[in-house]
């Protein structure tokens, strides 16, 4: 089959398969990344997420991860909300968890689409070839290897987004030994718009197309360890896992496609404080059961439930917080005191 035939019939494949749109580049085109990578490793704004900096090589050359690799294939699946993810934050009382964690793990959702795919192609590409697939959990930038196969550019908010599908998606990788022909790289359409900037409650972005993830709600309730400083603790809110304030304001989500994955669905909707700040180890991994929450464990997750009762500004949730200052793990009785004098 020829190379061009072959991508053609990958393609109407990955969409049968439930993805919204596929682009291929090569190994080596995203020679920005290593140097972007290193000036964010070197202001520190990876935080605690050593990870970042110890696969550094790798993350930053793609050629380098797999050197056989001869076109990376790039899908982007989506997972756009039903309702307004900012309504939840004018409810002091409920808890606001990120779209994408709101259904099933994505990590296994997609990486189950992607192996079907994989398979599917090494069937049609004959004996002598072989595929690697990739979500989230390995050092691949998918983001700029996206925008290199042309499925959307990376916004202020340096998330990827498309005039065809807005920001809410998914992305995993097929990185392969077969030679496809590779797409034409996307270009920024953000304009002069500032959204997603001057949204953010943390002040998280240094300038534009730049993250420091210290400041990140996201990267504060999922990957920190430990307390977090009082003071941006306290422009928290009620979000207790994730934040979604840069993506839902993104004028380009007029664009957004429904979801097609049922696994998606909001499962969780916007629980009460209250009733989360009683849950002890076992009904926390119960009632987050094939969740991306569950990998955070209990204490981080209550921690983050007690900052979120500070913020509210409601003294009938301060009996929930007391409950929990004799707690075993040292940060959730911190942030249970640190709390109940914000209640005062």
Not at 157 to 177: E, K, M, Y
Not at 187 to 213: E, K, N, W
Not at 256 to 267: P, S, V
Request: glycine fraction near 6%; proline fraction near 7%.
């Amino acid at each position: 089959m020829k190379p061009d035939d072959l991508k053609e019939r990958l393609s109407n494949q990955a969409l049968a398969e439930g993805f919204a749109a596929m682009g291929i580049c090569a190994p080596d085109a995203i020679p920005d990344a290593a140097p972007r990578l290193m000036r964010f490793l070197d202001q520190d704004h990876h935080g605690q997420m050593q990870w970042m900096a110890d696969r550094a090589e790798w993350r930053g050359n793609p050629a380098a991860l797999w050197p056989e690799a001869r076109s990376i294939i790039m899908l982007a699946e989506v997972y756009s909300p039903e309702t307004d993810p900012l309504a939840v934050l004018s409810q002091p009382e409920r808890a606001a968890i990120s779209v994408y964690a709101q259904g099933k793990d994505y990590h296994d959702l997609v990486k189950r689409r992607l192996k079907r795919l994989g398979r599917w192609l090494l069937d049609q590409a004959g004996q002598g070839e072989a595929i690697k697939v990739f979500v989230d959990t390995a050092p691949v930038m998918e983001k700029p290897l996206a925008q290199a196969a042309g499925l959307g550019w990376q916004g202020k908010h340096t998330n990827l987004l498309s005039r065809d599908f807005g920001n809410w998606v998914f992305l995993g990788a097929i990185f392969t030994t077969i030679d496809l022909p590779k797409d034409a790289p996307e270009i920024s359409h953000c304009g002069s718009c500032t959204a997603c900037l001057d949204i953010c409650p943390t002040r998280a972005f240094p300038a534009p197309y730049q993250l420091d993830a210290r400041r990140c709600i996201s990267y504060l309730t999922i990957e920190h360890k430990g307390p977090v400083d009082p003071d941006l603790r306290a422009l928290m809110g009620n979000r207790i896992y994730g934040c979604d304030d840069c993506l839902a304001i993104c004028p380009w989500n007029k664009f957004a496609k429904a979801a097609t994955e049922i696994g998606y669905q909001n499962r969780i909707g916007a629980p009460d404080l209250a009733d989360l700040a009683m849950l002890d180890d076992a009904a926390f991994r119960a009632r987050f059961a094939g969740s991306p929450i569950k990998r955070i464990g209990r204490d981080r997750f209550i921690r983050n439930v007690l900052y979120a009762i500070g913020n509210s500004g409601l003294p009938a949730l301060r009996p929930a917080a007391e409950t929990l200052l004799s707690d075993p793990d040292p940060t959730v009785a911190e942030a249970a005191r640190w709390a109940i004098q914000r209640l005062s």
